[in-house]
């Protein structure tokens, strides 16, 4: 069973005017994150991401899976339609679905190296 949400990504079509939004509301701290994308960060790292998102305008919260194909399949099965397959990105693998009410959610794994650096640094 996945926890809470893990990330949540701003898909926004003004990605820079999103980002001072947020920093000038929010007092959010901007990092440099991957080409097309800009990272917030706070004390403990980046928590959320703004850059265009194909398919989706808004705040994407993504959960974390053990398996993205099969979450993928079982979530169309129970009503979900899927906004974007499964991508690669730095960090893990993803899909975005939407769920019978509308909303997108991204179902993600965190790479391997991503899980064992995590592991290493916490002891």
Known sequence: MSQAFVWFHNGSTKPSDSVEFY????????????PGMTMFAGDQGPFAAVGAEEGVVGWIPFAQVDDVDAATRKATTIGATVIKEKARGPAGEFSIIRDPGGAAIALWRKALWCAKARAIAHG
């Open 23 to 34: 920093r000038s509301l929010l007092g959010w701290k901007r990092t440099d994150g991957p």
